[in-house]
């Protein structure tokens, strides 16, 4: 069956179709550096906003009125799923971001997780109802999850960290229970990304951030395969819904370029016109404009994301986004001038 936005500007350039300009979204554009984020996440706490479908949907929904772009993904966060599995999940304002008072150490903490949690996470797709609703049709909406090595990452190490030491030595003496874990996970993602898909989402997209944490061989065994099983699965199930894969650092697309993904998030660490080369024609690319760029000026702006748009073949599928979230402090018009300035350049003449 057609998706709704079959003829959207993101759908049509996902499939490599002929369209008058780049669509444009942004990495965690629903978000603090919006004062209108700001005001109704005043009234509730992280997982509230996300547990409320009409609340969820109006944050989804500012990004496309504020900034215009093509896309909402929607408000929810990668931590949802541990959350769901039993773990007890804090996300403190301004302290070192989200945590897990009781992180994994053990194969028998594995067995305390619980298995089969899709309908405990019912009100993501009720705000993807809620959200394709009140969208009217405007524009694609993007479902997401986090890739297993990333999840996984924050349950040992018990939250963010600089290193991930504590996980990286736990994956490292316990390559079976990291296996089992990573295997449990894959298992939930698979039916929350097909939940989400069926309650609309038009586009999926696979985070995985910590991808460049380990040495190529350990992210080809720990991470790409089970981030692999995922995207295979989900597109057995799914086979039209364009599902992009975010593996941040990682080194090499070999390998990464047959994961079952129909296209990829480039970080911005990466050389765009190398991606570019690596990855065959018939993949999309999406990215990577860093994000810090959007802290400087309007000027600078512009310059940057005229010059990323110029790395890219006009057949080549591609999708403007930044080459990770967005920053708090980023100011909004800033934003603005990244997105009006895509929308600004004709396909033809981004052509390099
Ligand atoms: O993109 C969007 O606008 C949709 C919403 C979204 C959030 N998190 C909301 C959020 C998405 C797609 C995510 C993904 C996510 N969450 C990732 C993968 C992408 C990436 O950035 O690497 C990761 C690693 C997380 C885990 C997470 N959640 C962290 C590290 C933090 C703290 C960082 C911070 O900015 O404070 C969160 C909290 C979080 N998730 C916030 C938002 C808007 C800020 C919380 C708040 O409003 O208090």
Same mark, same amino acid.
């Given at each position: 069956?057609?998706?709704?936005?079959?003829?959207?500007?993101?759908?049509?350039?996902?499939?490599?179709?002929?369209?008058?300009?780049?669509?444009?979204?942004?990495?965690?554009?629903?978000?603090?550096?919006?004062?209108?984020?700001?005001?109704?996440?005043?009234?509730?706490?992280?997982?509230?906003?996300?547990?409320?479908?009409?609340?969820?949907?109006?944050?989804?929904?500012?990004?496309?009125?504020?900034?215009?772009?093509?896309?909402?993904?929607?408000?929810?966060?990668?931590?949802?799923?541990?959350?769901?599995?039993?773990?007890?999940?804090?996300?403190?304002?301004?302290?070192?971001?989200?945590?897990?008072?009781?992180?994994?150490?053990?194969?028998?903490?594995?067995?305390?997780?619980?298995? /089969? $949690?899709? &309908?405990?996470?019912?009100?993501? %797709?009720?705000?993807?109802?809620? @959200?394709?609703? !009140?969208?009217?049709?405007?524009?694609?909406?993007?479902?997401?999850?986090?890739?297993?090595?990333?999840?996984?990452?924050?349950?040992?190490?018990?939250?963010?960290?600089?290193?991930?030491?504590?996980?990286?030595?736990?994956?490292?003496?316990?390559?079976?229970?990291?296996?089992?874990?990573?295997?449990?996970?894959?298992?939930?993602?698979?039916?929350?990304?097909?939940?989400?898909?069926?309650?609309?989402?038009?586009?999926?997209?696979?985070?995985?951030?910590?991808?460049?944490?380990?040495?190529?061989?350990?992210?080809?065994?720990?991470?790409?395969?089970?981030?692999?099983?995922?995207?295979?699965?989900?597109?057995?199930?799914?086979?039209?819904?364009?599902?992009?894969?975010?593996?941040?650092?990682?080194?090499?697309?070999? /390998? $990464?370029? &047959?994961?079952?993904?129909?296209? %990829?998030?480039?970080?911005?660490? @990466?050389?765009? !016109?190398?991606?570019?080369?690596?990855?065959?024609?018939?993949?999309?690319?999406?990215?990577?404009?860093?994000?810090?760029?959007?802290?400087?000026?309007?000027?600078?702006?512009?310059?940057?994301?005229?010059?990323?748009?110029?790395?890219?073949?006009?057949?080549?599928?591609?999708?403007?986004?930044?080459?990770?979230?967005?920053?708090?402090?980023?100011?909004?018009?800033?934003?603005?001038?990244?997105?009006?300035?895509?929308?600004?350049?004709?396909?033809?003449?981004?052509?390099?």
């Amino acid at each position: 069956m057609p998706s709704d936005q079959h003829d959207s500007l993101l759908l049509r350039a996902l499939r490599g179709e002929s369209i008058k300009r780049r669509p444009v979204w942004m990495m965690r554009q629903a978000g603090r550096y919006l004062p209108e984020y700001r005001a109704i996440r005043a009234t509730t706490d992280f997982l509230g906003l996300c547990r409320n479908p009409d609340l969820a949907a109006e944050v989804t929904i500012q990004p496309v009125d504020i900034l215009g772009v093509d896309a909402a993904i929607i408000f929810s966060d990668i931590l949802v799923i541990p959350e769901a599995m039993g773990m007890h999940l804090q996300m403190q304002q301004g302290k070192g971001g989200p945590q897990f008072p009781e992180p994994l150490r053990s194969s028998a903490d594995l067995g305390k997780l619980s298995m /089969g $949690v899709t &309908e405990d996470l019912t009100y993501v %797709f009720d705000a993807i109802r809620e @959200t394709k609703r !009140r969208l009217d049709g405007r524009v694609p909406v993007i479902g997401f999850a986090g890739a297993p090595l990333t999840l996984a990452a924050y349950m040992i190490e018990g939250g963010g960290s600089k290193t991930f030491n504590t996980f990286k030595s736990f994956l490292f003496a316990e390559p079976e229970v990291t296996h089992e874990l990573l295997n449990m996970l894959a298992k939930e993602l698979v039916s929350y990304l097909v939940g989400q898909a069926e309650a609309g989402a038009n586009m999926l997209q696979l985070f995985d951030t910590w991808a460049g944490l380990l040495p190529e061989r350990e992210y080809q065994e720990f991470g790409l395969r089970h981030a692999s099983s995922v995207l295979s699965e989900v597109r057995r199930d799914l086979p039209d819904v364009p599902m992009l894969y975010f593996p941040k650092g990682v080194r090499s697309y070999e /390998g $990464v370029v &047959e994961s079952g993904a129909s296209g %990829f998030g480039i970080d911005w660490g @990466t050389d765009l !016109r190398r991606a570019d080369q690596e990855i065959p024609k018939e993949f999309a690319l999406q990215g990577n404009l860093d994000p810090a760029i959007l802290l400087s000026s309007p000027e600078i702006i512009r310059e940057r994301t005229l010059e990323m748009l110029g790395k890219i073949p006009s057949h080549r599928p591609y999708v403007a986004n930044l080459g990770h979230g967005i920053d708090k402090e980023t100011p909004v018009d800033h934003a603005q001038t990244f997105i009006q300035t895509v929308k600004e350049v004709p396909l033809s003449l981004s052509v390099s």
